[in-house]
């Protein structure tokens, strides 16, 4: 079974703070998602990449940068965080366009 | 008109019981659907999948599509406590570089013993 591992489940970090969230998965994934979740919002996605070094915006992109140097890890970064940016985080990858995602199992990330 | 929508319950129902979960949307060009679970405080995982129109079973789960309507339903049968879930439903159109899945919100399922 395809894995994708998101290096930390629970996250405390101060407001204005850099915080990288890390993803990988094992299984030669060309595409990979982040995405945030909230109560009452749903999943939204945030970067997607679909090829090493290639990214693009999602629909909540502002205060996140994204890097994805190698194809299998794909990093979030979040470059002066705040408290509206506290949420679950949660990365999926899929192999082509036609397939399901598999998802990670989230990083519950909280800003003092 | 959000694009897809879906009724957050929460459902409750008793273990035995036929649940029936529901979509709508509004984007013709979608052509995949698929159904993710979700237990508290992990990953969405991938339930069922299916192209275009028509059902799909894989043992108690069965997905229905009818795009004439645009709406998709999940049935479950024969209910576990071990089905007490978040149901999400997802779809993408086909071609190009639409690789983003479109979200429902979840319907939050609670099956009692």
């Known amino acids: 079974d395809v894995k994708v591992t998101q290096s930390s489940r629970y996250l405390v970090k101060r407001t204005g703070e850099k915080v990288f969230l890390e993803c990988v998965q094992d299984m030669d994934h060309e595409n990979m998602f982040w995405y945030r979740q909230d109560p009452g919002l749903g999943l939204r996605l945030i970067y997607f990449s679909y090829d090493v070094k290639m990214k693009e915006k999602g629909d909540i992109p502002e205060g996140y940068s994204v890097s994805r140097e190698k194809k299998e890890r794909f990093s979030l970064i979040l470059e002066s965080a705040s408290t509206n940016q506290t949420s679950m985080y949660l990365c999926?990858?899929?192999?082509?366009?036609?397939?399901?995602?598999?998802f990670g199992s989230g990083t519950r990330l909280t800003v003092v | 008109q959000k694009e897809v929508e879906q009724d957050p319950g929460p459902l409750s129902v008793p273990e035995g019981a036929i649940v029936s979960l529901n979509c709508t949307y509004s984007n013709s060009a979608f052509q995949y659907f698929m159904w993710y679970r979700q237990y508290s405080r992990k990953g969405p995982e991938l339930l069922m999948y299916t192209y275009s129109s028509g059902n799909k079973e894989d043992g108690r789960f069965t997905a229905q599509v009818d795009k004439s309507s645009k709406y998709i339903s999940l049935f479950i049968r024969d209910s576990q406590p071990s089905d007490s879930a978040t149901y999400l439903c997802?779809?993408?159109?086909?071609?190009?570089?639409?690789?983003?899945?479109?979200f429902g919100k979840g319907t939050l399922l609670t099956v009692n013993p």
């Open positions: 997802a779809m993408r159109g086909s071609g190009g570089s639409n690789y983003k899945l479109t």
């Open positions: 999926a990858s899929s192999l082509t366009p036609n397939y399901g995602y598999t």
